[in-house]
């Protein structure tokens, strides 16, 4: 049989398809997500969240050691406070319980990077992201205290900031305060493509920033559009951001690859607590080889045009990278 081109050729053996791999990944391009509790020595199982815990700032640092065995050396903080109101003071207070973990993680680890995510929801009474005027979230009002909490992360020592509020402006309003502030110097990675996704609902368990009423639709994308996502980037682009990123991923691996292809900037992906929680729940009941399908999964995301991925998989896929069962 005449058959020049055979595509099996580049797949007879291990070291042979390792070579031609397209996409190749590694453990620097990973960020975990990490859940700060208000309180003392705190390490509690998240029961949405098989295999993590919430930790009180002076237990962080076991968190962080455990992050740098794994090969893991960057965060995205959230704080679930212990007192919320309706204005979600407790976010830039500056002994709040991110602020504390910072200073913790920082006095011990100062080259470990520390990203925190800015938004209200943990820290209203009502579970909004923002201040609210007759139900419906106040955008303007809202970029003030947006502002005010990102640079209170940033004076207690984070190294970057990660606003995932979805209101107009607000990476130029935090960009404004930071560099008044002589902090013109630290990034922002924005949540640019945000959708109103039903894979948030582990995380909301987790957080304890599930809204009371209503739902986040008034801010968070409708999942039906994709031009969208390229106006939400291009704004973000024009109003400073550093870094921009898609959320959720695995269902919107269509819009990972139009962002990451339109605009010059990293692209992030965050593969969020719906997604890590359906593959450990597959996985737990034995329905799926829950490695294979981890490394399968981030691959995509990878594949998709991703440079950065936020997941709870972090340290397992670190190890899987270094194996080389990724990547
Ligand atoms: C805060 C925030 C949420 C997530 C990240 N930042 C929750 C939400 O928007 O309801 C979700 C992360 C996840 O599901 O893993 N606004």
């Known amino acids: 049989m005449e058959m020049t081109i055979r595509p099996r050729r580049l797949r007879t053996c291990d070291s042979l398809r390792r070579m031609v791999r397209e996409t190749r990944v590694s453990p620097e391009s990973l960020i975990y997500p990490l859940f700060l509790i208000e309180g003392e020595n705190i390490k ?4 949405s969240l098989d295999g993590q815990w919430r930790y009180s700032p002076d237990r962080v640092c076991e968190e962080i050691e455990a992050c740098l065995k794994a090969g893991v050396s960057r965060v995205l903080l959230f704080g679930i406070p212990a007192h919320k109101d309706a204005c979600g003071s407790s ?84 960009r404004e305060i930071l560099d008044e502030n002589g902090f013109e110097t630290v990034p922002i990675m924005s949540y640019s493509a945000k959708y109103a996704s039903a894979f948030y609902g582990p995380f909301r368990d987790a ?25 939400e980037c291009a704004l973000d682009v024009e109003e400073g951001a550093d870094i921009l990123m898609v959320k959720p991923a695995l269902s919107y691996l269509d819009i990972i690859r139009e962002c990451s292809d339109a605009f010059d900037l990293p692209m992030a992906a965050y593969s969020v607590s719906g997604e890590y929680a359906m593959i450990k729940a597959a996985g737990a009941a034995g329905l799926i080889d829950e490695y294979r399908v981890m490394c399968e999964s981030a691959l995509s995301i990878y ?4 440079d950065i991925l936020i997941t709870y998989f972090a340290k397992e896929l670190a190890q899987a990278m270094r194996k080389g069962d990724l990547g």
Not at 44 to 47: A, D, G, N, W, Y
Not at 95 to 108: D, L, P, S
């Open 303 to 306: 594949r998709a045009g991703a």
């Open 207 to 231: 957080a304890g920033s599930a809204p009371a009423f209503g739902d986040r639709k008034g801010y968070q994308m409708d999942p039906h559009n994709r031009k969208e996502a390229m106006k």
């Open 91 to 174: 976010a830039w207070d500056p002994n709040g319980v991110v602020q504390q973990g910072i200073r913790a993680i920082k006095a011990k680890y100062p080259d470990f990077y520390v990203i925190t995510d800015v938004c209200m929801c943990e820290y209203t009474d009502h579970g909004h992201c923002g201040i609210l005027h007759d139900h419906a979230v106040d955008n303007d009002k809202t970029l003030e205290v947006l502002a005010k909490t990102a640079l209170s992360h940033v004076q207690a020592g984070a190294d970057m900031v990660a606003p995932s509020d979805m209101m107009d402006g607000r990476v130029a309003a935090i």
């Open 44 to 47: 509690e199982p998240i029961p």
